[in-house]
């Protein structure tokens, strides 16, 4: 479709911060100059609106969408592998294509009220995985949301879900390769250090490697994956990888908040990208990352607690400004910039997340009565203070409208809540026959971490 955003302040880059008082056009699922449409246009009157690139959400897992309120009949977790064993590792497994759908059309809606556009996602389903990341991408692709989707590759349920996990993978990749799917991309899935075999993790980094794609892998989350890496192979979780062969520009390194100097060295030097998940590691003690010694290649992600990443920003500095007072109020606007970075990578697209001609029409509406200027020096401020998913009215992804007025375009948002609910009490039915998962991560006698 072809349309004029008219009399809006247009963030047309986060990294650098460019803001301008202009209009806006739509053609072809791309910005265009706003001279290149032709008179009598539709126009969308964005008065006292704020316009800005769709968010990216660089790690998540769908999959997680229903667990909001599942009954939980066990003694309290004490430990991160305990809350894999008593509570994900339970749930991946009592997910049937039925309520993969259902996951994913209850998470991809939510993001897209929240204004993000693309999610990275990383899908468990170890009963059932041949085909399941065709279910997502359909879903997503249903209300009109970008993706870029991996399968968790992991010895943890047997070596026989692990050759399927790596199949689906290779599959859905190829299937991505033929542009049969325009708003998904894949790339290669790995659960952790910890419950890859050394054969599986080679593997996962020959399938990244012959593909042209990322190794998409949780990193020294917790403090067990370091355990484990020092019993099992007497190395470090990145030394493990970097061996492997699994580390290069286009990995995505889901938390790495255990890594040491020499670590950070050699995940810069391969110049991958880390996710912090300020909330999620939060919610489950595990630790804090060494932000400031990463460096620039760090994104954002929530790891399954929603996909509204202007909460995950302002918590992600909101907890690092508690220990650094130095932290710049741009740190989370750049770390955004980075996943729409990554994201663009996987779509060949380097202008995705910048509203200039050219780039992909991913673009969000936001309802924002300034009270204060705004302009590049002051956005950063707004940002955190002032916008958020509340302030969403439309959304676009590649030019297509999805959101209008708050509501999503092409679903009716109550039926499908309806359908998740009930999908949801199918799920946590079966989650109540679905015992502790009995994999234990190794433990280094010499107990360093
Ligand atoms: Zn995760």
């Known amino acids: ?42 126009r969308l009157d964005c008065t006292g609106c704020l316009v800005v690139p769709g968010n990216v959400c660089a790690h998540t897992h769908l999959y997680s969408a229903l667990a909001r309120g599942m009954p939980y009949d066990f003694a309290p977790p004490r430990t991160f592998v305990e809350i894999l064993q008593r509570v994900w590792w339970r749930l991946d497994r009592a997910l049937d294509p039925a309520t993969i759908r259902a996951s994913a059309l209850a998470g991809g809606m939510e993001a897209l009220l929240a204004g993000t ?6 899908h468990a389903s170890p009963a059932a995985v041949d085909g399941s990341l065709d279910i997502v991408a359909a879903a997503l692709a249903e209300l009109g ?62 399938l990244a490697r012959t593909q042209r794609v990322g190794l998409h892998i949780h990193v020294a989350e917790d403090a067990a994956d370091q355990r484990d890496a020092a019993a099992r192979c007497g190395r470090r979780v990145v030394a493990r990888l970097t061996d492997a062969e699994a580390l290069d520009e286009r990995s995505l390194l889901a938390h790495g908040v255990h890594l040491d100097a020499d670590e950070i060295e050699l995940v810069r030097a391969a110049r991958a990208t880390v996710v912090h998940n300020a909330r999620s590691n939060m919610n489950n003690a595990v630790g ?12 954002l992600g929530t790891d399954g607690i929603g996909a509204d990443m202007f909460e995950e920003g302002r918590a992600a500095y909101f907890r690092r400004r508690e220990e650094d007072l130095e932290t710049g109020m741009t740190w989370p606007l750049d770390r955004l910039a980075e996943g729409t ?12 997340g910048h509203l200039v001609p050219g780039a992909p029409a991913d673009v969000v509406i936001l309802r924002y009565p300034a009270v204060t200027p705004v302009d590049a020096s002051t956005l950063a401020a707004h940002w955190l203070f002032g916008i958020g998913a509340g302030t969403v009215r439309d959304v676009f992804v590649g030019g297509d409208p999805v959101v209008r007025d708050g509501r999503p375009v092409r679903v009716d948002p109550d039926a499908l809540a309806a359908g998740t609910r009930e999908g949801a009490t199918r799920l946590w039915r079966r989650l109540e026959t679905i015992d502790v998962h009995p994999f234990e991560p190794m433990e280094a006698t ?4």
């Open 446 to 449: 010499s107990g360093q971490t």
């Open 341 to 352: 970075r990554v994201a663009g990578e996987a779509f060949d697209e380097p202008l995705l």
């Open 145 to 206: 949301i970008r993706s870029v989707l991996c399968y968790e590759t992991s010895d943890r349920d047997g070596p026989e879900v692990a050759r399927d996990g790596l199949a689906e993978n290779a599959r859905f990749l190829a299937a991505t390769a033929a542009r049969e799917r325009p708003l998904a991309r894949g790339m290669v899935g790995a659960h952790a250090s910890f419950t890859l075999s050394d054969a599986t993790l080679a593997a996962c980094a020959d």
């Open 1 to 42: 479709m072809t349309i004029m955003l008219t009399g809006g302040t247009v963030v047309r880059s986060l990294r650098p911060t460019i803001v301008e008082a202009t209009d806006l056009a739509l053609d072809g699922g791309r910005i265009v100059p706003i001279d290149a449409v032709p008179e009598g246009t539709e």
């Open 288 to 299: 804090r990352a060494s932000l400031a010694a990463l460096g620039d290649r760090v994104a």
């Open 117 to 122: 556009t693309t999610l990275i996602d990383h």
